[in-house]
């Protein structure tokens, strides 16, 4: 129970359609078991509060239950995006219960959702994005494995825009170093093609000739970037080694792996790429998740017309 730890237990008529919808989300919808658990927890909160309103009957659910519902959410300091969760799975019970006659309409279809706030992602500058690499490559000089694979996987993700899970992914075979572009796997083993430049093939190929032959260790198989034990290189070892790389960078935001994705995005379009070419490098399935990067773009022409404009 979510929203009152001391309310009563839910009467045998409404635990039995929970029961009923639970098994309907295991079985019919084949939901994964995360996703199950937190709708029957956000339904169970509903159930609980259609109770306290005198409502024990779940074809007497109404619209003004549900919103009364979410406005309690928001007065117990929820979030957005927390409460937008629980109005969809509101909106997909309801539909549930008029679909299998449980209901005499799908009383949930006009409920509206509050909108996340939109907040821009932090990014790099373009000379804290070569200040970055620069600082890397002065650490490689010794010629360590560790320090090239380093500089070979920041220059991969910033002239990709790959996602930390696609790079560890990378296999050797996945590379064409001949035409200067990369097979990742995305969401859902979505395949793409994806360009990188003349300074990432270089390091890469320092990385290959110099640096991974010192790492190797049997079953590593064909993975091209190798961990300190000489195995397929983990995700959070990524983070570490970028959140470690632009601290040595002057007044840069401290930014993971998917702040280098944000950075290259945004780099892009403030170079004249067009948002299409955009979407399809970075694999976004909707142009929507591609567009909030043109705010990045337009919220820093804005303050650089309101510096320098005398009459901004």
Not at 243 to 253: F, L, N, Q, S
């Amino acid at each position: 129970m979510q929203d009152d730890p001391q309310g009563d237990a839910l009467p045998e008529p409404l635990a039995r359609v929970l029961g009923d919808y639970e098994t309907h989300l295991r079985s019919e919808r084949d939901l994964a078991e995360t996703t199950v658990t937190a709708y029957i927890g956000d339904i169970e909160a509903l159930l609980e509060h259609g109770h306290r309103l005198g409502i024990d009957d779940v074809g007497a659910l109404d619209l003004r239950a549900l919103r009364s519902w979410l406005a309690k959410q928001q007065t117990m300091g929820l979030a957005r995006t927390t409460i937008a969760r629980r109005a969809t799975a509101a909106r997909v019970f309801t539909a549930w219960l008029a679909g299998s006659g449980r209901a005499p309409t799908d009383v949930g279809s006009s409920l509206g959702s509050p909108k996340a706030l939109r907040t821009l992602p932090e990014v790099l500058r373009p000379d804290e994005a070569e200040r970055l690499i620069s600082v890397a490559a002065d650490l490689a000089d010794d010629g360590s494995p560790a320090g090239l694979r380093d500089v070979a996987m920041l220059e991969l993700l910033y002239a990709t825009g790959m996602r930390v899970g696609e790079l560890v992914r990378l296999d050797i075979d996945d590379l064409d170093r001949d035409r200067n572009v990369v097979r990742v796997f995305g969401k859902g083993r979505k395949e793409r093609t994806v360009p990188f430049g003349i300074p990432a093939r270089r390091s890469i190929d320092a990385w290959l000739v110099r640096g991974r032959p010192q790492l190797v260790q049997e079953g590593a198989d064909a993975a091209l970037f190798l961990g300190a034990r000489g195995g397929r290189i983990d995700q959070r070892a990524v983070r570490s080694m970028v959140h470690r790389r632009i601290a040595d960078v002057p007044g840069a935001p401290d930014l993971g792996p998917h702040g280098l994705r944000h950075t290259a995005a945004t780099h892009l379009l403030e170079g004249g790429a067009d948002l299409r070419s955009v979407q399809e490098l970075l694999g976004h399935a909707s142009l929507a998740t591609t567009q909030r990067y043109t705010h990045v773009t337009t919220d820093r022409l804005r303050r650089a017309y309101q510096q320098a404009h005398p009459r901004a």
